[in-house]
């Protein structure tokens, strides 16, 4: 079990991060909301999804080059995909809170909006957890150790696994190379 200390310091190190992300989630949350309602003519689903788009692009970006500045790119496609993904996921999470409150405990738009607003923002919350972990876990990796992985970030994930599970594989073809080299 860990020591308070090692706790603290791991909080320590780790609020700075989780409020860039909860800065950067609320203005994004605001913005969703202003393009949506902007852009309401022209119907409501196209308006949702030109908001998500937009919102999730600027996300990325802001957590990429502020939140996660300091920890190793990869590529920009693989990063913005799990990216992308991890907030449909989170975006499935909020909106099943809310199908649980409708559909689990009959709350109806007419006479329960207090409670939509309670479930919704339950929802927000656990969906936020959610994307914190991912995002850190899967999508913006943690910065080089050894100066090793930093070769790697420019690679494919998959060469990337397959490069460093070769390398410490006795009798690969990596070790061969390294000693024929020698």
Known sequence: MPS???LTDRLRRLAPEAIAFGIIGAGNTLLYMAITYGLLPIGAVKASVIATVITTTLAYLANRYWTYRHHTRTAL???YTLFFGFNLVGMVIQSGMVAIGK???GLTEKNDEVAFLGVTLIGIGIATVFRFWAYRTFVF???PVDGHEGAITDMDATAGFA???????PGSAAELDTRLKS
């Open 103 to 105: 559909y689990g405990f």
């Open 4 to 6: 308070a200390a090692s």
């Open 163 to 169: 490069e460093l599970s070769a390398i410490d594989v």
């Open 141 to 143: 990796l943690k910065p």
């Open 77 to 79: 496609r693989r990063e």
